[in-house]
């Protein structure tokens, strides 16, 4: 069945960036869309954008226009999550979950979501 | 885009029925029957329990609901059980391509 796999928790400096990354497996990865959402300590699910891997088209929240880089490796059936210029109101745990693709909605979000990466941005 | 609208907390009863709301706008909830219900407990990821408003996903069970009114949409669990103690997130659609959250709601089961 689909599984998500996450990379490890993350200790970064204010101003530097981060990239997350989520490797999918038992599913065919360019039949679905990924998206990232993320949730800071004691606080509620953000939604930061998504990309489409088939075709390498992404879409980002307003929120994140200009500091979030999503991609995808096909040949790894990988995503990644890049965030730069970071701050402390970043740190956060950062989940992928897959989406089915539809032509509208595309970033709907199914199960199973990655285990989650925690990133802390302290000086 | 805004967060939706959710109550912060809901509570109930073991076997009693409750509803939580998610209020959004023409853009989002109102605009496209794309809202999805997340159950999550503490220290676990988000788990799909609804979908395009009233749809379940395999293995969910059917107590849990779904349904829209305008701009509100609606998840009902009925039966409670103490395994549903837990936050609870809605999420739309919206106009400009992307989704949004709620703010969550905090289901105790008394």
């Known amino acids: 069945q689909l599984q998500l796999v996450q990379s490890g928790a993350e200790v970064k400096k204010p101003g530097s960036s981060v990239k997350v990354s989520c490797e999918v497996s038992?599913?065919?990865?360019?039949?679905?869309?990924i998206s990232w959402v993320r949730q800071a300590p004691g606080q509620g699910l953000e939604w930061m954008g998504g990309i489409i891997p088939i075709s390498g088209t992404t879409k980002y929240a307003q929120n994140f226009q200009g500091r979030v880089t999503i991609t995808a490796d096909v040949s790894t059936s990988t995503a990644y999550m890049e965030l730069s210029s970071l701050r402390s109101d970043d740190t956060a745990v950062y989940y992928c979950?897959?989406?089915?693709?539809?032509?509208?909605?595309?970033?709907?979000?199914?199960?199973?979501w990655g285990q989650g990466t925690l990133v802390t941005v302290s000086s | 885009q805004s967060a939706l609208t959710q109550p912060a907390s809901v509570s109930g009863s073991p076997g009693q029925s409750i509803t939580i709301s998610c209020t959004g706008t023409s853009s989002d909830v109102g605009g496209y029957n794309y809202v999805s219900w997340f159950q999550q407990h503490p220290g676990k990821a988000p788990r799909l329990m609804i979908y395009d408003v009233s749809y379940r996903p395999s293995g969910v069970s059917n107590r849990f609901s779904g349904s829209k009114s305008g701009n509100t949409a609606s998840l009902t669990i009925s039966g409670l059980q103490a395994e549903d103690e837990a936050d609870y997130y809605c999420?739309?659609?919206?106009?400009?391509?992307?989704?949004?959250f709620g703010g969550g709601t905090k289901l105790t089961v008394l």
């Open positions: 038992g599913g065919t990865f360019t039949t679905y869309a």
């Open positions: 979950a897959p989406s089915v693709v539809r032509g509208v909605d595309n970033y709907n979000c199914i199960d199973p």
């Open positions: 999420s739309s659609y919206t106009s400009t391509y992307t989704r949004v």
